[in-house]
T-cell receptor, first 111, second 113 residues
């Protein structure tokens, strides 16, 4: 079992709809959870971080964490073509420890 | 968010030469920086963890004598690819952490001829 698992996609969503990206992790000691967006040929960019169970909203983005189910998700409302990218889920145990990444989900927003 | 810079953004070199890549945290002090490599259409691969004032910790399979890392200050880490070969051509990305969140630099694209 991989430490962090994501559906590789591609996930296609019509413009204006909600895109839902999912991630599961295996280490129950994980404390911090992150979503990064990576455009083709570019480096990852932080979208959201979440540390507590529940929802965290930032603009069109909502991260959801369920530690009991070892599950973290990212919802993108009112999807735009500029949201088309690969989304990376990452977890870590805490502090300065390294991130463990999923393989990423490629999202395409269809105009 | 915090800003991390890398220099150069792109480098082309001849096989056998060495290339140095700089990673700087511009508006925060980073006790820990990380170096990644990414080949086309593949996932990020962590190469090493760099702590200020101490030796870097390399991931399994990464040659420490080939990829020299120096973290001389709280805002600067360097990666030197020694005796580069065409198979070292890749996208090298650093990140720096403020103790909680990792922020990535823009990356350095290395092409070895």
């Amino acid at each position: 079992q991989k430490e962090v698992e994501q559906n590789s996609g591609p996930l296609s969503v019509p413009e204006g709809a909600i895109a839902s990206l999912n991630c599961t992790y295996s280490d129950r000691g994980s404390q911090s959870f992150f979503w990064y967006r990576q455009y083709s040929g570019k480096s990852p960019e932080l979208i959201m971080s979440i540390y507590s169970n529940g929802d965290k909203e930032d603009g069109r983005f909502t991260a959801q964490l369920n530690k009991a189910s070892q599950y973290v998700s990212l919802l993108i409302r009112d999807s735009q073509p500029s949201d088309s990218a690969t989304y990376l889920c990452a977890v870590k145990k805490g502090g300065n420890e390294k991130l463990t990444f999923g393989t990423g989900t490629r999202l395409t927003i269809i105009p | 968010g915090a800003v991390v810079s890398q220099h150069p953004s792109r480098v082309i070199c001849k096989s056998g030469t060495s290339v140095k890549i700089e990673c700087r945290s511009l508006d925060f002090q980073a006790t820990t920086m990380f170096w990644y490599r990414q080949f086309p259409k593949q996932s990020l691969m962590l190469m090493a963890t760099s702590n200020e004032g101490s030796k870097a910790t390399y991931e399994q399979g990464v040659e420490k004598d080939k990829f020299l890392i120096n973290h001389a200050s709280l805002t600067l880490s360097t990666l030197t690819v020694t005796s580069a070969h065409p198979e070292d051509s890749s996208f090298y990305i650093c990140s720096a952490t403020n103790g909680e969140t990792q922020y990535f630099g823009p990356g350095t694209r290395l092409l070895v001829l």
